[in-house]
């Protein structure tokens, strides 16, 4: 699949990013996904490819863009150490849900001046934390965005004032939710939370749980299941074929 790198402009810098697109003309819908806390790295590039593949034009950022001195993490072995585990925490800390509209509408800017992409309304997934900013941005801008979803996603429906289930009212986009499990940061609790949200706002949506540990989609994750990622792919191409392929 063609994959370029380029930047994007927002109000705070310059993002790095990764653009992925299908062989051919196009144009095609347009997709944001979101990395897990790791940050951007090969393996999301290859996962953009991927998506590319099955007929969208992808769109990885660098969410950590701010803090150009940060070192990348080694996901097999960052929640075992103590150390880089609090460096991850505290950068995951830096991702304000303020910050992830503010970035998300000059994504989406970007991608709506690419004569690869049609449409003015795009897909959001991501993973791990991408996955609660997926929800966030379907949220926060909701007339540009026409599918969202959420892989092993935490803090989904938390006490926390930015939660993303308090947004419920101003989507618009239908949602699909696919958790971990055993995971603290999305129990089942959560999901009867978040699910109780959607529905009183009348989105359309799926949670759904995998037999699966936290990280399981991402193949450089410890907890990486084959079985699981493979349903994680049908369940992507599925809802955006439902949902955004249609767009114009």
Known sequence: MP????????????????FATPEGDGPWPGVVMY???GGPRQTFDEMAAQLAAAGYAVLVP??????????PFDMATVFGDAKERGRLFAMI????????????AALFDYLAARPEVRGAAFGTT??????????????RLPDRVAAAL???GG?????????PHLLAG????PVYVGGAKNDASFTAAQAETLDKALTAAGVSHTIEFYEAGHGFAVPDNAPYDEAAAARHWTAITEFLGQHLQNQT
């Open 3 to 18: 994959l370029i790198k380029d930047t994007v402009t927002t109000a705070d810098g310059t993002c790095a990013v990764t």
């Open 35 to 37: 990395p897990d806390a």
């Open 62 to 71: 660098d969410i950590y863009y701010r803090h150009p001195d940060w070192a």
């Open 93 to 104: 800390g830096k991702v304000t849900p303020d910050i992830m509209a503010a970035d998300a």
């Open 126 to 139: 991501g993973y791990c934390m991408g996955g609660r900013t997926s929800l966030v941005v379907a949220g």
């Open 150 to 152: 959420s892989f092993h």
């Open 155 to 163: 803090g989904l429906a938390s006490d926390d004032p930015g939660s």
């Open 170 to 173: 101003a989507m618009r986009a």
